[in-house]
């Protein structure tokens, strides 16, 4: 997926570079985005018991950084939910927990809402340095 810094529009993923990695979520409108948590800073710890998919606005979601939303090819856009059906999705699994960093993170939680596919590319970002060290090495 490419990605780009554009108005977003209801439905889309949405993402903001935090240091080294990206938070996603669901744009829904400048007052509603739906993610899986708050941004992974220290200011965020304290707010949440557990990790939950919740309802924030816009600029607690980017941190005052840049929003990037994607330039979906044909066959994204060809996959991709209705936006009421992205909403009625994304509305519904409020209150989920279950976080894993590398099993179940904002990215998966996005993509499933959006596409109906639980998938991270930074997950196999990781995945594909570990093999690649692993082989090096010997492991």
Known sequence: MKWTVRDCEKGDIIRVRLGTVY?????????????????????????????????????TFSCSNMIEAPVYSLKEKLKKRSPAKVEAIARARIGETGYNIIHNNCEHFANDVVFGVRYSEQEDQVRRKWAQYSQKNSI
Not at 28 to 50: N, T
């Open 23 to 59: 938070h996603y979520g669901v744009f829904l409108s400048e007052d509603e985005v739906i993610a899986f948590g708050y941004p992974p800073l220290p200011e965020y710890q304290g707010r949440q018991k557990e990790i939950a998919v919740l309802s924030t606005d816009i600029d």
